[in-house]
């Protein structure tokens, strides 16, 4: 697939995403700017087009670094705790440290998911068996402990309403002045690119990285910090979004390999695309409601994960 192909269709569903809603609002109306559909169109419809594109953009570059990092294609923040290490600390900010703001919870939320991925690596150095499939497995096992306690302390503490509003994954309550946090994954991703020759070399192994004179740990980390701060912003902003990280990066690689300095900029504009496309789908299925886009992100990319995972079964038998 060529990249003005994933450009256009981006750009077609971004036109799309903008002109479906409870209200409708059609471009001849814009041309009051005075109105009240302009206004909702600038301080509602626009802020949302640019949180999906940043989320599903920044999601997909996480979930290609950590299968970069971790040498496996079924390896994302989705299926390493990486999400729910971050959802833990933010629970963790709101239980036991009530009076802390919001630029504490960021700081929470980072810290527990930078943690929660160096803790997955390390889990994965001490593996013998790395097969293709039991690695992820293994993650998945790894972030539903972390759910659990999650889940436990929030129970435990009576915000279990408020904890699972908040995780919902919804760009419904998006509106300008709530999603701007998300432009962080903008420097992220540009410094992704700027290391993709490192992180492509690093992938290949510690001992084949010192080779070539890389410090592989500070690649690692560096790495580790990305995805982090990505997922972070992401799961503050709109809650966690399954899957998205993790089959993006694999469709990309199947027509363009593993390089990331080439897949990069598929990997950004198919994220965005696959997002977009997920946000439309849960607005007219039960038009003028709508479901949160994780369930719909949940359902197609569950389906795509079950045939990469008995693909990889398939493979790993050969």
């Known amino acids: 697939m060529r990249l003005w192909m994933l450009v256009v269709a981006t750009i077609i569903l971004s036109f799309v995403s903008l002109f479906i809603g409870a209200i409708d609002i059609k471009p001849s109306d814009l041309l009051d700017l005075d109105s009240d559909?302009?206004?909702?169109?600038?301080?509602?419809?626009?802020?949302?087009?640019?949180?999906?594109?940043?989320?599903?953009?920044?999601?997909?570059?996480?979930?290609?670094?950590?299968?970069?990092?971790?040498?496996?294609?079924?390896?994302?923040?989705?299926?390493?705790?990486?999400?729910?290490?971050?959802?833990?600390?933010?629970?963790?900010?709101?239980?036991?440290?009530?009076?802390v703001g919001y630029m504490e919870k960021i700081i929470f939320s980072f810290t527990f998911a930078l943690i929660g991925m160096m803790i997955f690596m390390r889990l994965l150095e001490s593996i013998k068996f790395k097969d293709v499939i039991f690695v992820p497995l293994i993650g998945i096992m790894y972030g539903n402990i972390i759910g659990a306690i999650s889940t436990f302390i929030a129970y435990e503490a009576e915000v279990m309403q408020s904890v699972d509003t908040f995780f919902l994954g919804s760009f419904t309550l998006v509106v300008s002045g709530r999603y701007e946090l998300l432009y962080v994954a903008v420097p992220a991703i540009l410094l992704a690119y700027l290391y993709a020759n490192k992180f492509t070399v690093a992938g290949m192994g510690e001992d084949f990285a010192k080779n070539l004179g890389l410090s592989y740990r500070t690649v690692l980390n560096l790495g580790?910090?990305?995805?982090?701060?990505?997922?972070?912003?992401?799961?503050?902003?709109?809650?966690?979004?399954?899957?998205?990280?993790?089959?993006?990066?694999?469709?990309?690689?199947?027509?363009?390999?593993?390089?990331?300095?080439?897949?990069?900029?598929?990997?950004?504009?198919?994220?965005?695309?696959?997002?977009?496309?997920?946000?439309?789908?849960?607005?007219i299925i039960v038009y003028p409601f709508e479901i949160p886009v994780n369930t719909t992100v949940a359902v197609i990319g569950s389906a795509i994960f079950l045939v990469m995972l008995f693909r990889g079964k398939a493979y790993a038998k050969k």
């Open 37 to 99: 559909k302009t206004q909702i169109f600038l301080m509602s419809r626009v802020p949302r087009l640019m949180a999906i594109i940043l989320a599903g953009a920044g999601m997909g570059i996480s979930g290609l670094i950590m299968q970069s990092l971790s040498r496996n294609k079924f390896v994302s923040p989705t299926t390493s705790g990486t999400l729910d290490a971050a959802k833990l600390g933010i629970v963790v900010s709101m239980v036991f440290f009530t009076s």
């Open 224 to 283: 580790l910090v990305l995805v982090a701060l990505i997922s972070t912003t992401v799961v503050l902003t709109v809650g966690i979004i399954p899957f998205l990280g993790l089959i993006v990066p694999n469709l990309v690689s199947l027509y363009l390999g593993d390089n990331l300095r080439k897949t990069i900029p598929h990997t950004i504009f198919l994220g965005a695309a696959f997002l977009l496309f997920c946000d439309i789908i849960s607005r």
